[in-house]
């Protein structure tokens, strides 16, 4: 048996007066995931446990098994510098980065009016200082990774960029007593200063200059992790797998878990996402292997702009592309399993620690009596309530994939 594993991003909410009272996925007409809740059981996920609110990253780690805090977590830098392309190495310290608008000395726009794409600047920026590579590769619009790669690193330095303009950038500052911390903060300081030169002499800030734009001529910096190789998720589950994502983030979760990338045209990681063209990816690779996650990103954002209605249209969205894959179920050798990362709560648009909503639809599952794929119609579901860690041992039950605990 065969697993589609979709992970709806910031899927949770709370009631919304406007919308009668409902949630976005309540009041949403989704007559076909309410199908596969009739044909199968629910409950509610806690990702990290009742009530912790937590970003996507950990809340990944924790539902794949890999429990980012008793064990090792990379944090963002490094999941992005894989899903931006990097190859990594063990010990490397990646960090992401915003090009961003310097003026006077302070901070003008943070993302350098949204430019485009800075691939222009990778050469440039990229050089080796005191024994140090440092390695710049652009991401989608004013987003980069950078990766150090020497010896006597450390992640643990202090971001420089405090989400804020009119202020001038913080210096990066070592986070523990250790003379590698203390190292990598100087050099980071080091190549601040370098790169800013470079960029504010660079042929093509000089051309946003004559035109009147922001310039990209300073680096912010975030999320600063090691990277280690772990388990894969073939090693650990022998499952073949493969993750059909849009946003660099969960691109970089499954290389880091050692899962195939497909890559889909339209697949944009943003509102305007495909969704037919991903549930038709993962319909085509479903010979090739076991375990295909599909992650959909648009009703996070959609929740951290308040836009429930938003919300609602794109739940309906998906929905109305969901028979693409409950044909594949009726064959009888598909697990499908829909379920969120974490709530993203209209009313406060940020993450919260309330639990999602959870089906698992096959012909292995026990059926409870529910037929609506809700956040309160679930709290009554068949499986009650589950933490993160639970789902991949459930997964591995209903495909007769789970060993016997001795
Ligand atoms: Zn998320
Ligand atoms: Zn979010």
């Not at 590769?137 to 405090?162: M, Q, V, W």
């Not at 919300?311 to 009888?332: Q, S």
């Not at 993203?344 to 909503?357: A, E, F, L, N, Q």
């Amino acid at each position: 048996m065969k697993v589609i594993f979709i992970i709806i991003d910031g899927l949770g909410d709370r009631p919304v007066p406007e919308l009668g009272n409902k949630t976005p996925l309540e009041a949403a007409l989704t007559p076909n995931m309410d199908f596969l809740v009739k044909e199968g059981i629910c409950g509610m996920m806690s990702p990290l446990g009742l009530g912790f609110t937590p970003e996507s990253g950990p809340a990944h780690f924790e539902i794949f098994g890999y429990h980012p805090f008793q064990e090792f977590y990379p944090k963002r830098g490094p999941i992005e510098a894989l899903g931006a392309g990097f190859k990594l190495k063990d010990k490397d310290i990646a960090l992401r980065i915003n090009f961003a608008c310097l003026s006077n000395g302070k901070i003008i726009d943070r993302r350098a009016g949204r430019i485009k794409n800075v691939k222009i600047f990778e050469k440039d920026l990229s050089f080796c200082l005191e024994n140090v590579n440092f390695i710049l590769k652009a991401g989608t619009e004013h987003r980069a990774a950078l990766i150090l790669r020497g010896e006597n690193l450390s992640s643990e330095i202090s971001n420089n960029d405090i989400h804020k303009i009119g202020v001038k950038p913080k210096k990066i500052v070592p986070l523990e007593k250790s003379e590698q911390a203390k190292f990598t903060a100087k050099i980071l300081n080091q190549y601040l200063e370098k790169t800013h030169k470079i960029l504010k002499n660079h042929s093509e800030n000089k051309k946003r200059r004559n035109k009147g734009l922001f310039e990209a001529n300073y680096l912010l910096f975030r999320g600063g992790g090691r990277y280690k190789k772990v388990i894969s998720f073939k090693e650990k589950y022998e499952l073949k797998s493969c993750c059909i994502a849009g946003t660099g983030l969960y691109k970089g979760f499954g290389k880091f878990l050692g899962m195939d990338l497909i890559n889909v045209k339209g697949a944009t990681g943003g509102k305007d996402t495909d969704v037919k063209a991903k549930f038709i990816a993962a319909q085509s690779n479903l010979k090739k292997y076991d375990f295909i996650f599909v992650h959909l990103k648009a009703p996070d954002l959609f929740g951290h702009d308040g836009d429930f209605l938003g919300k609602k249209n794109f739940i309906e969205k998906i929905d109305k592309n969901i028979p693409l894959l409950r044909a594949l179920k009726n064959k009888g050798d598909v697990l499908l399993v829909i379920t969120g990362d974490h709530s993203t709560p209209c009313s406060i648009k940020d993450h919260s620690g309330d639990p999602v909503p959870i089906l698992f639809s096959g012909k292995t599952v026990r059926k409870d009596s529910n037929s609506k794929f809700g956040e309160r119609s679930c709290a009554k579901g068949g499986l009650g309530r589950i933490q993160g860690w639970q789902v991949m041992p459930q997964i591995l039950n209903l495909i007769g994939k789970q060993k016997i605990v001795e």
